[in-house]
T-cell receptor, first 112, second 113 residues
């Protein structure tokens, strides 16, 4: 039982490049989330998916898109990376949207 | 939008001293959760408080939810070096915001042996 897994662990991009961050959970959870963490800012919700087939914007959605591929997988795409998107990205899942969230190990992204 | 403020931002203590972090929300919360993040790690759930005035204990950790459900605190008695990390509160405003947690900035705890 791996819990929540994220790939890649580290990534360096140049401004304007695109990439997709992958997240998968094996706990049969219905809800999944993407956060970014910046120093002194806590965690800020980018997008979430309350259940398979639905997605909704969080606090800071601009510059990102998401896909809930199936119940297990929730990906985050940066279409045209900007230096302001340098951050640590965490994926999380919960059984339902009002329960405890379980976080993945994070992806450390640097945009030059 | 909803804001969750957490103080202090940093706390340095000697091992054995007590530690408290406070969390205040701009809006009434349906529930509040606390998470701990070790250096270089990911947030790990500690507890969820739902009821007004609720107090829960986990060994040396005591969590409180205010009567108005707008503030919360985490108190650690007799800190140990294993308590090092960042402690986050996260509020859920409920209603149409159900499940959308707003995190405080976190309190970074350093424990000197």
């Amino acid at each position: 039982n791996a819990g929540v897994t994220q790939t890649p662990k580290f990534q360096v991009l140049k401004t304007g490049q695109s990439m997709t961050l992958q997240c998968a959970q094996d706990m049969n959870h219905n809800s999944m989330y993407w956060y970014r963490q910046d120093p002194g800012m806590g965690l800020r919700l980018i997008y979430y998916s309350a259940s398979e087939g639905t997605t909704d914007k969080g606090e800071v959605p601009n510059g990102y898109n998401v896909s809930r591929l199936n119940k297990r997988e929730f990906s985050l795409r940066l279409e045209s990376a900007a230096p302001s998107q340098t951050s640590v990205y965490f994926c999380a899942s919960s059984e339902v949207w009002y329960y405890t969230q379980y976080f993945g190990p994070g992806t450390r992204l640097t945009v030059l | 939008g909803q804001q969750v403020m957490q103080i202090p931002q940093y706390q340095h203590v000697q091992e054995g001293e007590d530690f408290t972090t406070y969390c205040n929300s701009s809006t009434t919360l349906s529930n509040i959760q606390w998470y701990k993040q070790r250096p270089g790690g990911h947030p790990v759930f500690l507890i969820q408080l739902v009821k007004s005035g609720e107090v829960k204990k986990q060994k040396r950790l005591t969590f409180q939810f205010g009567e108005a459900k707008k503030n919360s605190s985490l108190h650690i008695t007799a800190t140990q070096t294993t308590d090092v990390g960042t402690y986050f509160c996260a509020g859920d405003a409920g209603g149409t915001s159900y499940g959308k947690l707003t995190f405080g900035q976190g309190t970074i705890l350093t424990v000197h042996p």
